[in-house]
């Protein structure tokens, strides 16, 4: 049953781990916005693929 | 300039391409698509160009109308200021510009988009990163190629228009004071989390299953967890308490610092002495749910700001003339006796004379009253008023933060923090709980005495761990969190929970006229025929076609004049001919400040102000503005206009009036005395002439009286008045454009439902009470146990988590359904 003292350490350190990424979640500004970045992501990239095409058929 | 092609139709519905409003006046046809002006086929124009014309189909018809945007290139010239450019930017080097713009207008998912995408319409922008809740756009642009000015003046070409003040330029650093909150909660969460799972084996009697070197070790590691808990997470509450004890009172906080200690230092002794398993889980619980609580209290409105000066509104910079040249300085080097020139919409920035030029000033962000005054040479023209029409030039007679208005913020009552005289209920019941809970704890320490001190210790500990006020302490943040979200959703925004109670005791509500009782959207308009010069002789009448004296011909073009210019009484005018079909004419010549003109049929045709358009002075009626008409220079007649009363405020006064006292404050001259007084009855108080500085004495007097006041206000004016009383409430047509600093903002559209809130105010306190019982039946049992010394870590860890979400539920559900039923809500969740 001793095994039992090296699972509690790897769970406090895995715990407190997750602790530390959301404080630097946190201070990282990834909770400041929680609207915009659903919408963003919605958005496809139809435009850039266009603007890359043009000047390409303009050297040809 | 070209003509612009446009086809006036008879009431097309068609809704313009880019903003969505309906085209009632004229559509411009442009690629097939219909536009209710040119600023918005100059935007679709831009957009289209640089193959930008997805915004259009993310959400429909995303833009805003251009009709009023200002389209003067030279606004933004004090951009260049190397000064301002500090101030302003985020972040500077060799290469790169970061700024962040604050833009009010952004609504919608194609509008972060194209402000995403700014890197397609300059090349020299990096990128734009959009915050669609704080309204706020940050920009990175190569300054080398492109100067902020330009940048500026590229988006507002774009139809959004950043908003730039003075405020912004001396920034404060924004408080971080709620991330704290999170940071502390994470972790009494944390530890709290980890502390259940060591004390789980002794709720069962595990421990003795796993032998002494757990129950040990968990112990131990209990201590270690609990330091951060005691030492980081809860230090607001020992603050709290000190400083309240400092002050010879007893709030809320100084039982719950007393359980904290308690409950630490007993388990400290239990596990190091006595070998016992301690309350250390409790004591995490207890933290974790009370800084729940804490955070659920603090509702934060993002895109309002409740504590906005004057500088909020004030441009950055002026036009500075010296002897040969114009210079832009920012603001605040503006001395006396500098020369200004102010053009057309921009702001007079201090109190000046008027030198030249033809003013025609806006004072809508002082009073509330958006139709402009026209002021003479040599006048003294006062801060906020805005500029319509040609520049002029001023000197200027105090600085201006001295001015008439601005002097305001110099008053005593905006130096200290607004007065928290008003005891919040929970602090008022702290302090006897906390002297009965010792009461009864060394009562239980001395009976126990006399026959087994150890277990007296037991039960006085236990006593005031066990009453540790956690249910008691949850019941006013979670009650005022939810009423607070109640009137969020009914477009009733408070700044913070304590509002709430202080609304609850109001007993005197004072209303400003200008902008709050009236507004200018529910104006009344009359026509008054004129014969001849003798005197007006028909009657009035506000209904077109009911007893007409306009031909539908006279009609028409008025209406097709009126709809040419921009100014609040022709929109008005505008309005009150609604339906009627506009004539086909030719350029109408608008004079800023005077009136618009038109040559039709080769008669001239004038309308606007009486000197413009020759009328005599005596026949007018007082009180409101007039437009006169006048055909080849002979007065014809002239429209009467009123503000009128906002819809349904007489009912609102009236049921506010049956309760409290109801007084008006107003910046005009009291013509409309008895105006008022027949619609809302003679006991309301009404006072006129009222500055900005009597309406702040006047509640100043009020509240020497131990009223407690509500003020209901919209202009900057009212500012003084919204501070000093003991809540402020702000009215604004448009929640995110403008409100002075106050207490609270109101949506206009929902005044009506002020007695209902003010009503539902003291339900809530109510609601405080019955979670009090609650709390105080779980003490009860908790003490009955506690003083025969038979409580356990076991019976702590159930009851506390127990009491506590039982307080939440009661408070969520009661605060809910009671709202719903008084018609506050749609739904009860």
Redesign the interface.
Same mark, same amino acid.
């Given at each position: 049953?001793?095994v039992?003292?090296i699972l509690?350490g790897v769970?406090?350190i895995m715990?407190?781990g997750?602790?530390f990424l959301?404080?630097r979640a946190?201070k990282g500004g990834q909770f *400041? *916005?929680?609207?915009?970045p659903s919408?963003?992501i919605?958005?496809d990239q139809?435009?850039k693929t266009?603007?890359k095409q043009l000047p390409s058929t303009k050297s040809k | 300039m070209p003509k612009p092609h446009k086809i006036l139709t008879d009431h097309d519905t068609k809704p313009c391409y880019h903003c969505g409003e309906f085209c009632v006046d004229e559509i411009i046809h442009h690629q097939e698509k219909g536009f209710c002006c040119t600023g918005c086929k100059l935007v679709y124009d831009v957009l289209s160009e640089n193959d930008l014309c997805a915004y259009y189909d993310i959400a429909e018809r995303p833009g805003q109308s251009q009709k009023k945007a200002s389209k003067k290139e030279n606004r933004f010239d004090y951009l260049l200021d190397r000064d301002i450019i500090r101030k302003l930017v985020d972040f500077q080097n060799e290469e790169e510009t970061h700024i962040t713009f604050t833009i009010p207008l952004i609504h919608c998912a194609s509008c972060i988009w194209l402000l995403e995408n700014l890197h397609h319409l300059d090349t020299n922008i990096i990128s734009g990163r959009v915050d669609f809740i704080r309204k706020k756009v940050q920009v990175k642009f190569k300054h080398g190629q492109l100067s902020l000015r330009d940048l500026v003046l590229l988006l507002s070409k774009i139809g959004y228009e950043p908003r730039l003040n003075l405020s912004d330029v001396d920034r404060k650093p924004i408080a971080k004071t709620d991330k704290k909150l999170i940071y502390k909660l994470a972790v009494a969460g944390f530890c709290f989390g980890n502390m259940m799972f060591f004390s789980l084996p002794e709720y069962f009697s595990g421990a003795e299953l796993l032998g002494e070197n757990f129950k040990w070790a968990f112990n131990y590691l209990n201590i270690l967890l609990s330091l951060p808990v005691f030492f980081y997470s809860a230090t607001d509450y020992y603050r709290s308490a000190w400083l309240s004890l400092k002050n010879r009172a007893v709030n809320m906080d100084v039982p719950i610092a007393i359980g904290i200690f308690t409950l630490f230092f007993y388990s400290l002794y239990e596990i190091l002495i006595a070998g016992q398993e301690g309350y250390m889980d409790t004591l995490g619980g207890l933290l974790f749910f009370l800084l729940i609580g804490k955070l659920y209290q603090q509702k934060t409105y993002d895109t309002l700001s409740f504590d906005r000066d004057y500088k909020a509104y004030f441009p950055v910079a002026v036009t500075k003339l010296t002897k040969d040249a114009e210079e832009v300085i920012p603001l605040t080097k503006l001395g006396v006796g500098d020369i200004i020139k102010v053009r057309d919409q921009e702001l007079v920035p201090a109190d000046s004379i008027l030198l030249e030029g033809e003013a025609y000033i806006d004072y809508s962000f002082v009073t509330g009253e958006e139709v402009p005054v026209v002021k003479k040479r040599g006048e003294l023209i006062y801060a906020g008023g805005r500029q319509k029409g040609k520049a002029i030039t001023l000197t200027v007679q105090k600085s201006a933060s001295q001015g008439y208005l601005t002097d305001l913020w110099n008053n005593e009552a905006f130096q200290k923090e607004k007065g928290t005289s008003l005891e919040s209920l929970s602090n008022r019941i702290s302090g006897k709980f906390t002297a009965v809970v010792l009461l009864i704890a060394f009562a239980a320490l001395t009976y126990w005495a006399f026959t087994d001190f150890s277990v007296g210790i037991k039960a006085f500990t236990a006593v005031l761990i066990i009453t540790c006020p956690c249910a008691l302490a949850m019941s006013t943040p979670f009650t005022l969190g939810n009423t607070l979200r109640v009137f969020g959703q009914g477009k009733f925004y408070l700044k913070n929970a304590g509002v709430i109670e202080k609304l609850a005791f109001i007993d005197t509500v004072v209303f400003d006229k200008t902008g709050t009782l009236t507004a200018t959207s529910d104006a009344s308009l009359e026509y008054y025929h004129v014969m001849d010069e003798k005197g007006a002789v028909s009657m009035a009448y506000s209904m077109p076609g009911e007893l007409d004296t306009l031909t539908e011909e006279t009609k028409s073009v008025i209406k097709s004049m009126v709809n040419q210019s921009t100014h609040p009484l022709s929109n008005r005018i505008n309005s009150w001919l609604e339906g009627v079909k506009g004539a086909n004419i030719g350029d109408v010549e608008e004079i800023q400040g005077s009136g618009l003109r038109l040559i039709y049929k080769s008669q001239e045709i004038k309308l606007g102000s009486a000197e413009y358009s020759g009328a005599k002075f005596q026949y007018i009626k007082k009180g409101g503005n007039q437009v006169f008409l006048s055909l080849e220079g002979v007065l014809l007649g002239y429209f009467f206009i009123q503000s009128g009363l906002r819809k349904g405020i007489e009912t609102v006064v009236d049921e506010i009036g049956k309760t409290r006292e109801v007084h008006f404050l107003s910046g005009d001259h009291d013509h409309e005395r008895d105006n008022l007084r027949k619609v809302f009855g003679p006991r309301i108080q009404m006072n006129f002439s009222q500055g900005p500085t009597d309406k702040l004495l006047y509640i100043q007097k009020l509240s020497r009286n131990k009223a407690n006041i509500l003020m209901v206000g919209d202009g900057l004016n009212d500012a003084g008045a919204l501070r000093e009383s003991q809540v402020g409430i702000a009215l604004t047509d448009r929640v995110t454009n403008f409100s002075p600093a106050s207490d609270a903002i109101m949506d206009a559209a929902v005044i009506h439902k002020l007695p209902a809130y003010l009503e539902f105010a003291k339900t809530s306190r109510k609601i405080i009470k019955a979670s009090f019982g609650l709390s105080f039946t779980y003490n009860l049992i908790g003490i009955f146990f506690a003083v025969q010394g038979l409580v356990s870590p076991v019976f702590c860890a159930i009851l506390m988590p127990l009491s506590s979400l039982s307080v939440v539920i009661f408070t969520t559900v009661s605060t809910n359904y009671l709202a719903y039923k008084k018609g506050l809500k749609d739904q009860i969740f």
């Amino acid at each position: 049953m001793e095994v039992l003292f090296i699972l509690i350490g790897v769970s406090l350190i895995m715990a407190g781990g997750f602790l530390f990424l959301f404080f630097r979640a946190m201070k990282g500004g990834q909770f *400041d *916005d929680n609207y915009t970045p659903s919408v963003r992501i919605l958005f496809d990239q139809k435009i850039k693929t266009k603007e890359k095409q043009l000047p390409s058929t303009k050297s040809k | 300039m070209p003509k612009p092609h446009k086809i006036l139709t008879d009431h097309d519905t068609k809704p313009c391409y880019h903003c969505g409003e309906f085209c009632v006046d004229e559509i411009i046809h442009h690629q097939e698509k219909g536009f209710c002006c040119t600023g918005c086929k100059l935007v679709y124009d831009v957009l289209s160009e640089n193959d930008l014309c997805a915004y259009y189909d993310i959400a429909e018809r995303p833009g805003q109308s251009q009709k009023k945007a200002s389209k003067k290139e030279n606004r933004f010239d004090y951009l260049l200021d190397r000064d301002i450019i500090r101030k302003l930017v985020d972040f500077q080097n060799e290469e790169e510009t970061h700024i962040t713009f604050t833009i009010p207008l952004i609504h919608c998912a194609s509008c972060i988009w194209l402000l995403e995408n700014l890197h397609h319409l300059d090349t020299n922008i990096i990128s734009g990163r959009v915050d669609f809740i704080r309204k706020k756009v940050q920009v990175k642009f190569k300054h080398g190629q492109l100067s902020l000015r330009d940048l500026v003046l590229l988006l507002s070409k774009i139809g959004y228009e950043p908003r730039l003040n003075l405020s912004d330029v001396d920034r404060k650093p924004i408080a971080k004071t709620d991330k704290k909150l999170i940071y502390k909660l994470a972790v009494a969460g944390f530890c709290f989390g980890n502390m259940m799972f060591f004390s789980l084996p002794e709720y069962f009697s595990g421990a003795e299953l796993l032998g002494e070197n757990f129950k040990w070790a968990f112990n131990y590691l209990n201590i270690l967890l609990s330091l951060p808990v005691f030492f980081y997470s809860a230090t607001d509450y020992y603050r709290s308490a000190w400083l309240s004890l400092k002050n010879r009172a007893v709030n809320m906080d100084v039982p719950i610092a007393i359980g904290i200690f308690t409950l630490f230092f007993y388990s400290l002794y239990e596990i190091l002495i006595a070998g016992q398993e301690g309350y250390m889980d409790t004591l995490g619980g207890l933290l974790f749910f009370l800084l729940i609580g804490k955070l659920y209290q603090q509702k934060t409105y993002d895109t309002l700001s409740f504590d906005r000066d004057y500088k909020a509104y004030f441009p950055v910079a002026v036009t500075k003339l010296t002897k040969d040249a114009e210079e832009v300085i920012p603001l605040t080097k503006l001395g006396v006796g500098d020369i200004i020139k102010v053009r057309d919409q921009e702001l007079v920035p201090a109190d000046s004379i008027l030198l030249e030029g033809e003013a025609y000033i806006d004072y809508s962000f002082v009073t509330g009253e958006e139709v402009p005054v026209v002021k003479k040479r040599g006048e003294l023209i006062y801060a906020g008023g805005r500029q319509k029409g040609k520049a002029i030039t001023l000197t200027v007679q105090k600085s201006a933060s001295q001015g008439y208005l601005t002097d305001l913020w110099n008053n005593e009552a905006f130096q200290k923090e607004k007065g928290t005289s008003l005891e919040s209920l929970s602090n008022r019941i702290s302090g006897k709980f906390t002297a009965v809970v010792l009461l009864i704890a060394f009562a239980a320490l001395t009976y126990w005495a006399f026959t087994d001190f150890s277990v007296g210790i037991k039960a006085f500990t236990a006593v005031l761990i066990i009453t540790c006020p956690c249910a008691l302490a949850m019941s006013t943040p979670f009650t005022l969190g939810n009423t607070l979200r109640v009137f969020g959703q009914g477009k009733f925004y408070l700044k913070n929970a304590g509002v709430i109670e202080k609304l609850a005791f109001i007993d005197t509500v004072v209303f400003d006229k200008t902008g709050t009782l009236t507004a200018t959207s529910d104006a009344s308009l009359e026509y008054y025929h004129v014969m001849d010069e003798k005197g007006a002789v028909s009657m009035a009448y506000s209904m077109p076609g009911e007893l007409d004296t306009l031909t539908e011909e006279t009609k028409s073009v008025i209406k097709s004049m009126v709809n040419q210019s921009t100014h609040p009484l022709s929109n008005r005018i505008n309005s009150w001919l609604e339906g009627v079909k506009g004539a086909n004419i030719g350029d109408v010549e608008e004079i800023q400040g005077s009136g618009l003109r038109l040559i039709y049929k080769s008669q001239e045709i004038k309308l606007g102000s009486a000197e413009y358009s020759g009328a005599k002075f005596q026949y007018i009626k007082k009180g409101g503005n007039q437009v006169f008409l006048s055909l080849e220079g002979v007065l014809l007649g002239y429209f009467f206009i009123q503000s009128g009363l906002r819809k349904g405020i007489e009912t609102v006064v009236d049921e506010i009036g049956k309760t409290r006292e109801v007084h008006f404050l107003s910046g005009d001259h009291d013509h409309e005395r008895d105006n008022l007084r027949k619609v809302f009855g003679p006991r309301i108080q009404m006072n006129f002439s009222q500055g900005p500085t009597d309406k702040l004495l006047y509640i100043q007097k009020l509240s020497r009286n131990k009223a407690n006041i509500l003020m209901v206000g919209d202009g900057l004016n009212d500012a003084g008045a919204l501070r000093e009383s003991q809540v402020g409430i702000a009215l604004t047509d448009r929640v995110t454009n403008f409100s002075p600093a106050s207490d609270a903002i109101m949506d206009a559209a929902v005044i009506h439902k002020l007695p209902a809130y003010l009503e539902f105010a003291k339900t809530s306190r109510k609601i405080i009470k019955a979670s009090f019982g609650l709390s105080f039946t779980y003490n009860l049992i908790g003490i009955f146990f506690a003083v025969q010394g038979l409580v356990s870590p076991v019976f702590c860890a159930i009851l506390m988590p127990l009491s506590s979400l039982s307080v939440v539920i009661f408070t969520t559900v009661s605060t809910n359904y009671l709202a719903y039923k008084k018609g506050l809500k749609d739904q009860i969740f």
